[in-house]
């Protein structure tokens, strides 16, 4: 099957795997990448699905989670944001809406996964949704031709066999040179969960921290994940410093606590102005880096210039304070003590990481002296 390109346009493509394909196309020509994603993504939501017995979503983009979730309670942010009012909302759409609302910059034209058939609630959200394809296990009548519309019609729609196994053993070909390994099937449960220092994981910290060990096993490593009330509410990808991942996580959790500052959340948009760009702004103010170009700019988008002053003069440190309870997880050891320095900063109480280190004792120490919550699992859950 011939691809619509490689990694780039100037590349071919082609997939040459036996003819029961457990991805069929439905609508569109895929690339490389578009399946790079779909595959991981759905694999992700899958597992997760299977594991914590929720519905799950991940927005996938260069073949990594911009944002996971599993189905849960939607607050006013994320209601005002997609246009959902107050009404029920299906598990598949919620999860999506949780994970798309993480990081919705990142997520701006991504690959969607969802663990459930897509029903017509979920296709009508996406219809206004900038993205460029999803895989679910199935389609409901009539959500294919809505989905089919998006894009100019390009939109690429992909449907997974739920029932497909994998191999047991996966193999690539990298500079003439076929690289062979088994396949990472170990199972991610609560029994890996043994708590070093501090209390007992609660139920709701077991379920982050299963989370957590999913999205990081389909997530470019090093990578470390900051989850909180079931979604991975931020991502650091494919550093070669595990600190900067706990960083750049770390920045991403506290843009998207920030987006719920209540000033930001009062920003009056003028008639017209699209729902990405009004999400690009809360997050530009979240990381207070608006430029004097992009005052001007948005002034003119609001209706009151005092309220872009009012988000400015904002209590940010004393409203990050608020962020509490969030379960960091790392995909390999933690090798020093400045990783749990920088989580407990921003609300982390339980730290998730295989243990090892030649200074395991440093991150128990920083631990009970911060008063954190340490769990080992034993377990590295690489990805490249």
């Known amino acids: 099957m011939d691809l619509r390109y490689g990694m780039n346009p100037h ?109 017509r609630e979920l296709a009508d959200l996406l219809a206004g ?17 809505i989905l089919a519309r998006k894009k100019r019609g390009t939109f690429l729609v992909l449907e997974a066999d739920a029932s497909y196994e994998p191999p047991q ?59 909180k009330d079931g979604m991975t509410i931020g991502v650091g990808a494919g550093q070669q410093s595990r600190v900067d991942c706990t960083r750049l996580a770390g920045t991403k959790a506290g843009i998207w606590w920030l987006r719920r500052l209540p000033a930001i959340q009062a920003l009056a948009f003028a008639e017209g102005t699209s729902r990405q760009d009004r999400l690009n702004w809360q997050v530009r103010l979240a990381e207070n880096a608006v430029t004097d170009s992009q005052r001007t700019a948005l002034t003119a988008q609001v209706t009151s210039a005092a309220q872009v002053a009012e988000v400015e003069d904002a209590d940010r440190l004393g409203w990050l304070a608020r962020l509490t309870d969030a379960t960091l997880v790392s995909d390999g050891y933690i090798p020093f003590r400045d990783n749990i320095d920088h989580a407990s900063r921003l609300g982390v109480r339980y730290i998730v990481e295989p243990g090892g280190s ?18 080992h699992t034993g377990t590295r859950l690489f990805h490249h």
């Not at 949704?129 to 031709?145: C, K």
């Not at 999205?215 to 990578?223: A, G, I, K, P, W």
């Not at 030649?358 to 769990?375: N, S, W």
């Open 11 to 119: 590349q071919r493509a082609r997939i040459t795997s036996p003819e029961a394909s457990p991805v069929r196309v439905v609508h569109g020509s895929p690339s490389l990448i578009n399946y790079l994603d779909a595959l991981n993504g759905w694999q992700l939501v899958r597992e997760a699905a299977a594991v914590t017995g929720a519905a799950a979503a991940a927005s996938f983009k260069h073949v990594s989670p911009a944002g996971a979730a599993l189905d849960g309670d939607l607050d006013e942010t994320m209601r005002r944001a997609w246009d959902l009012g107050d009404g029920d909302v299906g598990a598949a759409t919620a999860a999506y809406v949780r994970a798309r609302d993480i990081d919705p910059k990142s997520s701006f034209g991504d690959l969607i996964a969802v663990s459930e058939p897509v029903d």
């Open 129 to 145: 949704v900038v993205s460029d394809g999803i895989i679910a296990p199935g389609f409901a009548p009539g959500t294919v031709e």
């Open 169 to 227: 053993w996966e193999h690539r070909e990298v500079f003439g040179m076929v690289l062979e390994q088994e396949r990472d099937r170990l199972p991610i449960t609560a029994d890996l969960l043994r708590a070093v220092h501090g209390s007992a994981p609660r139920p709701d910290t077991i379920r982050d921290a299963l989370l957590g060990m999913i999205t990081l096993r389909y997530t470019q490593s090093n990578s470390v994940a900051y989850v």
């Open 358 to 375: 030649t200074r395991t004792g440093e991150v128990v120490d920083a631990c009970r002296e911060l008063g954190l919550t340490l769990i």
